[in-house]
């Protein structure tokens, strides 16, 4: 078993594949490339009859060096480290922090290979994966990667079936969440939890039960509350994670409302505040609400026009007639005396 170590510090348990694994694939690999070039070598040098030896020699280098390096590392790329002979037996290519492995990976790979493993007929690969750890051959030493098991043999390192949950274990368990003293716990393993909870679907079961049970003991020891019986440690990991994340979210929110302005209401529409000219406002309609503050101008007043006095009334004037009016001519009527 080799412990890779991926970016955020998630340790892959994976099985990394020996000398005769690696072997038997390389030599299934190196038949199909050698079968396909001498097909392919046959039949250019009977379309090409015509040309001269220099031509034909540097068609034959060409097609040497496609075959055994472009070809191969093209597969390795597009298959993402599977060759038909690493399928063939469950290997594939993968960087040494567990990643898939790209271009250049292989091209170093494909390079190192055609020298190691054929020009100098694969002595170099041999001691090399012979004497190191992980059974690495120069290129991979060159290009970071390790080639690991994809298919372990049944029932190694496998968790075996569960018991069921029980509905009143979750309810417990969820009475004692909110009780939960998180304080102890460090940031790096709460980062190690994340990460072994987004990849559980993508490692062997046996792998990811034993890396969630190292976890889930750890965690539990810091915060002082045992796993219960019957419950998968990942289960109980993903409980505790989404506990500190449910507080996380409270003391933000609290912490946003502290901090948030009190702002009044807005005035209506068709209401706004307008000052007078003693400075105290009053409330004008029909002022849009976005000129509510803004200082309304008040329209000009004519001046009053003059109200003609009244002349005084004339004096009466008595006038004593100096002697009585004579009567009027005789009409045939006389008043009585």
């Known amino acids: 078993m080799s412990d890779l170590v991926t970016g955020e510090a998630v340790v892959l348990d994976l099985q990394t594949a020996k000398l005769p694994s690696r072997a038997l694939a390389i030599v299934l690999d190196l038949l199909i490339e050698f079968a396909a070039l001498f097909v392919s070598t046959l039949v250019l040098s009977i379309a090409l009859s015509g040309l001269d030896s220099a031509a034909l020699a540097a068609t034959m ?27 063939a037996l469950g290997l594939r290519v993968v960087r040494t922090d567990g990643g898939p492995v790209r271009f250049r990976h292989s091209l170093v790979r494909g390079l190192a290979g055609f020298f190691e493993l054929i020009a100098i ?13 992980d059974g690495k051959r120069l290129g991979d030493i060159f290009a970071g990667t390790v080639v690991v ?5 049944a029932g190694a390192g496998a968790a075996g079936p569960l018991p069921p949950v029980h509905p009143q274990l979750l309810h417990d368990m969820g009475r004692e969440l909110v009780a939960m003293d998180l304080s102890a716990v460090p940031e790096p393993l709460w980062l190690a939890i994340r990460q072994l909870l987004v ?18 003991e750890d965690l539990a020891a810091r915060i002082g ?19 500190r994340q449910r507080r ?19 005035p209506h529409p068709a209401v706004a505040q307008a ?3 003693d400075g105290r406002p009053h409330r004008v309609l029909g002022v849009p609400a976005a000129h509510a503050h803004a200082p309304v101008p008040t329209p000009p007043v004519a001046a009053p026009a003059p ?31």
């Open 149 to 153: 098991r994809e298919r372990t043999p």
């Open 275 to 277: 000052p007078t000219a």
């Open 307 to 337: 109200v003609p006095t009244p002349a005084a009334p004339a004096a009466p004037s008595f006038v004593k007639p100096s002697q009585p009016t004579p009567p009027a001519p005789d009409a045939g009527f006389a008043p009585p005396a």
């Open 248 to 266: 996380e979210w409270m003391r933000a929110q609290q912490r946003f409302m502290a901090a948030a302005p009190v702002q009044a209401p807005a």
């Open 225 to 243: 509350n045992p796993i219960p019986p019957g419950l998968h440690p990942a289960a109980y990991l993903g409980a505790v994670l989404t506990e």
């Open 199 to 216: 990849r559980v679907g993508q490692l062997d079961p046996g792998v990811s039960f034993r890396m969630a049970a190292g976890l889930a």
């Open 121 to 133: 007929t694969g002595a170099p690969a041999v001691i090399t994966s012979t004497l190191n750890a």
């Open 61 to 87: 280098l060409g097609m040497t060096v496609f075959f055994l390096v472009a070809v191969p590392v093209m597969i390795e790329t597009l298959s993402r480290g599977r060759s038909v002979g690493k399928a």
